[in-house]
Structures are given as structure tokens and as C-alpha cells.
């Protein structure tokens, strides 16, 4: 069965700041996704990726998958406070069921 | 048009009510989804039909009825509820259960019906 992780839960940054956000999952997954939800709101798609090395940018947002070390990453260049969300792994478990991480809340601060 | 529409936005309903939840997408998808969340939670998925057929009931209370009346609707029907089902209710619909390469085709949500059981 697969599991999906996601660390940090919470996440606190400043406005201009990098980070990473980390997704980890259990089992050969065929692929990853990360989603965005605003409070109150639905999952809106950001990235899906497709295989082994794939990397993927829109704006100051960045996804890599590692499927060999069970890793995908969620980088984000010189944040600002529209991108403070919710923000959601899933795994594709062969086209079942989507499995979603426990979510990372971003709060960037000015 | 990649939307996916959900009625009503909000609902209340009492314990002893029968109400329904409908969804509808016009992009030719073939897999429909229920998904449940509560606050601060990620989305648990509740029921996946393939072509009008329930595919997966992940051991949902009976109390939650789903019906796909044709490809392009999917309803919820809601009956003797607990207060503990008040939560988001979203509803996604993917191309297929899975492509060619048997990956999962990607989910698309739409806005969710906020419940409220009294």
C-alpha cells in the first residue's frame, strides 16, 4: 500500500526566502503530484511528474521527482505571500487511487 | 473547459434530513471521484466510479449513497448523517482510471460543498 509523506507539515518564511518542501512515499509509485489549496478553497494542479529525473517550473515554484530514492521535492525561489497555501503530494497508486501527503502549510511573512 | 462544477457550496442539514450533493464536468472524463476533508486534513477518498460503474467504495457509511446517473454527472446522496460528517466534500474527475503506461491520469477538483450537519 502506498503511504505518502510530506515534511516540513508547517512551514514559516520570509518574503525574498528559499525552501523545499519534502515528499517522500513508500512504494514504486508511477508517478507524483503536487497540488495547492488555499484555505476553504478546492486542490488546484500545479505539477505532475512523469519518471525518473523529471523537473518542472511555473513562476517561483520548482518539482523534481527522484523515483529511485522514493523523493520528490517541491523548491521555492524568493517566496512571496501569495504562494502561502496548503500544499499537497500524491502518489498515483497504478491508477486506483490517488494517495495524498499530509499537506505542508506555508505561511510566508512580509 | 477543464472545470469541474460542484452544487449546492454550502449545505446544513439536520440528522434526521436526506439531501443531495451533485457534480458535474463537460471535459469527457471518464473517472469520477467523491472525496471527503476535514479541516486542516488531506482529501480521504470515499468513491471512484470508471465509465458509470462504482469502481472503488473505500468502506464509506451506507448513510452516503453515490449514484453516476451518465459520464458527465455524479451525485452524492446523504441521509441520517452524524455531525461528524460535516467536512469538505469534493468531487474530481481524471480522464480515466489510468493511461496507456498505466499511470494515474491526473485529477482535476472542483470546488467542494462545505457540509454542515446539526
Known amino acids: 500500500e502506498l503511504k505518502v509523506e510530506q515534511n516540513p507539515l508547517f512551514l514559516s518564511m520570509q518574503e525574498g526566502k528559499n525552501y523545499t518542501i519534502y515528499c517522500n512515499y513508500s512504494?514504486?509509485?508511477?508517478?507524483l503530484y503536487w497540488y495547492r489549496q488555499d484555505p476553504g478553497k478546492s486542490l488546484e494542479s500545479l505539477f505532475v511528474?512523469?519518471?525518473?529525473?523529471a523537473v518542472k517550473q511555473e513562476g517561483r515554484l520548482m518539482a523534481s521527482l527522484d523515483t529511485k530514492a522514493r523523493l520528490s521535492t517541491l523548491h521555492i525561489t524568493a517566496a512571496v505571500h501569495d504562494l502561502s497555501a496548503t500544499y499537497f503530494c500524491?502518489?498515483?497508486?497504478?491508477?486506483?487511487?490517488?494517495?495524498f501527503g499530509p499537506g505542508t502549510r506555508l505561511s510566508v511573512l512580509p | 473547459d477543464t472545470e469541474v462544477t460542484q452544487t449546492p457550496k454550502h449545505l446544513v442539514m439536520g440528522m434526521t434530513n436526506k439531501k443531495s450533493l451533485k457534480c458535474e464536468q463537460h471535459?469527457?472524463?471518464?473517472?469520477m471521484y467523491w472525496y471527503k476533508q476535514k479541516a486542516k486534513k488531506p482529501p480521504e477518498l470515499m468513491f471512484v466510479y470508471s465509465y458509470e460503474k462504482l469502481s472503488i467504495n473505500e468502506s464509506v457509511p451506507s448513510r452516503f449513497s453515490p449514484e453516476c446517473p451518465n459520464s458527465s454527472l455524479l451525485n452524492l446522496h446523504l441521509h441520517a448523517l452524524q455531525p461528524e460528517d460535516s467536512a469538505l466534500y469534493l468531487c474530481a474527475s481524471s480522464q480515466g482510471l489510468m493511461d496507456v503506461w498505466g499511470g494515474a491520469h491526473t485529477q482535476y477538483f472542483g470546488p467542494g460543498t462545505r457540509l454542515t450537519v446539526l
Open positions: 471535459m469527457g472524463h471518464r473517472a
Open positions: 511528474l512523469l519518471s525518473n529525473g
Open positions: 500524491a502518489g498515483g497508486d497504478y491508477g486506483q487511487n490517488f494517495v
Open positions: 512504494t514504486t509509485s508511477d508517478r
